[in-house]
């Protein structure tokens, strides 16, 4: 998927020229080319900084927007999966009502395409260890340990 934890000070720089934020506790904590996505969900989530979480916003809308268009485009009735980072980082953001309102509202917004997301599981695995799994099984479908 084109949105991951990468993405996250691209859309901090931009929202903080777009709000023209000069202040901030994570800008004044290290400079703005050593900030992670793991600094800016803990300055959202534990101090309240006006930037991260809109930026923490931000990125949450835009995957609700690209989870309604993938399922949409491609119909993945198996489902689709978000995986461990940012997302799990960012599930505090959802606890509030109001961004949850927001975030449903992104990914069912529009009623001429809703059964379609309706029909298509949503899960979230926050294993770390996925890509190993997905390794083993592939070794273990295939014969390689026989």
């Known amino acids: 998927m084109i949105l991951s934890g990468n993405s996250m000070l691209a859309i901090l720089k931009f929202i903080k020229t777009k709000k023209g934020i000069e202040k901030s506790p994570i800008l004044e904590a290290m400079p703005i080319d ?38 949409t485009t491609y119909l993945c009735y198996g489902g689709v999966y978000l995986c461990a980072g940012v997302v799990e980082g960012s599930m505090f953001w ?7 309102a927001k975030f449903l509202e992104a990914v069912f917004g ?29 070794g273990k479908q295939n014969g390689f340990f026989d």
Not at 95 to 100: H, I
Request: with cysteine; aromatic share 10%; net charge positive.
């Open 34 to 71: 050593k900030i992670t996505s793991e600094n800016i969900v803990k300055y959202a989530e534990n101090e309240k900084d006006e930037l991260c979480l809109a930026t923490i916003e931000y990125f949450m809308i835009y995957l609700a927007k690209t989870l309604r268009n993938c399922c």
């Open 94 to 100: 959802l606890k509030n009502p109001e961004n949850k």
């Open 110 to 138: 529009n009623d001429m395409i809703t059964w379609a997301i309706k029909r298509t599981p949503i899960r979230f695995i926050a294993a770390h260890d996925l890509g190993m799994r997905g390794c083993y099984q592939f």
